[in-house]
């Protein structure tokens, strides 16, 4: 159980106040910046109520409770490390920090003079010419840099920070674009007001709402374990994106010497580089932790890494440790990012990739994480596009339950990681792919309400058609180049609507692909007006698959007999498109 040594009541101004210990982001505990512009508006939002309610004078509305923040100790209260907190804090910085421009951009001496006590008192000073500079809020090394240099390094000659660092991390541009948020709703809310008295007058409610009015609950705790302890117990009730962040937490409390907890920083600065989203770093870590042990959900994804991890540590470490497991971890990600990114440097894998991020088929990765630990990508051609004959004939055509599929292709992954064989695999998924005479049935009676899984089924019909007409090939796989046309109308006239609308609209007969963007005005036309359209498109799957088959043009009707025909003709063409399993035995 954690020691806690004391839980004190703290305002805004009390923890990072120019004359309270500074609050420090441990190096080997905590995560980065991670609020969005979601967090961030509902933050503002809160703070605009609490004001509003705050002018009024009333003692009930005196004070805003933000939530509790955990740190770490000593004895005489002299450091605060910060283990939980960190966003809250960060951003209300980040808030002072646009206040602080804002009046100092101005013009006037009491707006700079106000402008340099906020940034004196708030953020940052110097006791003196040759004295280094304090920070009151200091982040962790992934963001510290640039923060500083963003944020807390101001010139009060200028009213500007230095602007040197690039945002290279996801959370460097969620700083920026924090900040940059807020300068504009500050500057939305003055320009109601028609002089600078007002305006100096609402910045300072504003301040001092920040200041004196945000109250958090400080839990002080004697060790980090402890801190931990309580960091994870906080979490553990809250979203899931603290995944991530727990478990670097855990590999630096398990730990056993500064060099392991440098392996560990090492691999997360290569993880945090690698990604342009904190949201692929937690989808990363799901599929690592999938294509070594199996499916797991997201949801009990720490607690399961933990106990897992803990038994492995403690059975040998010399052999199985934190730093291990760290360059496993490094390794991984530098693989899954070619994986995402489609960027192997193998054409034909490569442009297979290319077709799983079309499909959204995110079950795919963990295998294909697996196999190429050990196997080169010219190896693994069989098996990326068996998986997607697999994926398309399962679930994107077929709809059947894709928790299926999944656990299967996890279990496949589970194998490879074991040892298993690529071969093995292969054949393991070519028995689990619908065989033809299933596919096409299903085929016939497929409707694809998402767009994305349309352009691409199509694409591929296109591409098919092409081959066999020996034409050159066209690339589709930007929307800005084709979109998804409805030969009958999304939005038809109400003389022309069938009577079975939405049983027919999103059917594959009824679609097709057109060059350039859509034209809405041209798209809800009946067929003789835009036969035109069809009849001159370079693209084949218009113009050579017989789409005036879809308009009864004796009784200027739609015909549904037109569509499921035309769809028999695309069944045929998709079987050997996306083969069966016996294509690769």
Known sequence: MAIIKQAARQTLGQLIGANNPAVTVPDDSQRQYAWTKKEVDIYWSDIQKFKKA?????????EYFIGPIVTITDKKVSTRALLDGQQRLTTSTILI?????????????????????????????KAGRREPMEYFLVLSLF???????????????TGKCPGIERPTRPSHKLIKDAYVNFEGKIAAELSI?????????WLDGLRECLINGLVFVEIQTPTSSDANEVFETINSRGKD????????????????????KQRVNDAWRVILDGFEKREEIERFLRHFWVSKHGDVKSHSLYTIIRQNLSREFNKNPQVYGVGAFAAELEGASNRYIDLINCSTGHQAFDAALSEIEALSADALYPLLLAASERTD?????????????YYVRWTVVGRRESTLLEEKIFDVAKGLSGGAGIDSATRRICDWIPDDEIFKADFEEASTPKSSQSRYLLGKIEASLRASAHVDEVVL?????????????QKPDDGLRLEDHDAWVNRIGNLTLLNGRKNQSVSQLAYPE????????????????????????????????????????????????WPGGKHWS
């Open 143 to 157: 963001d510290r840099d640039f923060f500083r240099d963003y944020i807390q390094d101001w010139n009060e000659s």
């Open 530 to 577: 835009k036969a035109f359209v069809y009849r001159d498109s370079v693209l084949l799957v218009s113009s050579d698959t017989e789409t005036s088959r879809i308009w009864d043009s004796s009784n200027g009707w739609w015909k549904v007999e037109g569509i499921v025909a035309r769809q028999r003709d695309l069944a045929e063409l998709a079987i050997s498109i």
């Open 377 to 389: 990508y010219d190896d693994l051609q069989d098996l990326i596009e068996a998986s997607i004959s």
């Open 193 to 201: 007001f028609p002089d600078d008295e007002e305006k100096l007058d």
């Open 241 to 260: 994106l603290s995944t991530v962040d727990l478990v670097r937490n855990f590999l630096m409390e398990k730990s056993r010497s500064d060099s392991e």
């Open 477 to 489: 796989a930007s929307s800005s180049k084709v979109h998804v046309e409805h030969i009958y109308p």
């Open 97 to 125: 920090a646009a206040i602080r421009d804002i009046l100092w951009r101005m013009g006037s001496a009491e707006g700079s003079s106000t402008a340099n006590n906020l940034h004196r008192d708030y953020i940052a000073r």
């Open 54 to 62: 705050r002018d009024t004078g009333k003692d009930s509305a005196s």
